[in-house]
């Protein structure tokens, strides 16, 4: 059991930056696939990125501006957001799983992960 919680959300100003972290507990999660999902008001909770045994994706609305990186150490991975837009306004996700999928494609899908932090709230103004 893994339980994950998300911080450093906000409001920013677009074009700033704002990095979230996601701490784990109960159990280490250096082994495990992980993801970042987003979900603005009214609409589906879509994918962000992921890092996995295939390697590290993004969705292209964040290409180029969102970066994930983790420290084992610390048992946390973290999302560095730089050039936000009002449109990145979302609470932001971050999941995990062990399941090692033969499919790259399966880390792109909410129902691919078996943990899920409860959210954290970034506002972009424009």
């Known amino acids: 059991q893994v339980q994950l919680v998300e911080s450093g959300g906000g409001l920013v100003q677009a074009g700033g930056s704002l990095r979230l972290s996601c701490a784990a507990s109960?159990?280490?999660?250096?082994?495990?696939?992980v993801g970042w999902f987003r979900q603005a008001p009214g609409k589906e909770r879509e994918f962000v990125l992921t890092?996995?045994?295939?390697?590290?994706y993004y969705a292209d609305s964040v290409k180029g501006r969102f970066t994930i990186s983790r420290d084992n150490a610390k048992n946390a991975v973290y999302l560095q957001m730089n050039t936000l837009k009002p449109e990145d306004t979302a609470v932001y996700y971050c999941?995990?799983?062990?399941?090692?999928?033969?499919?790259?494609?399966?880390?792109?899908?909410?129902?691919?992960?078996?943990?899920w932090g409860q959210g954290t709230q970034v506002t972009v103004s424009s």
């Open positions: 999941a995990a799983t062990p399941t090692y999928y033969s499919s790259r494609s399966r880390y792109y899908a909410r129902s691919s992960y078996d943990y």
């Open positions: 109960g159990r280490t999660f250096s082994s495990y696939a």
């Open positions: 890092m996995n045994s295939f390697g590290t």
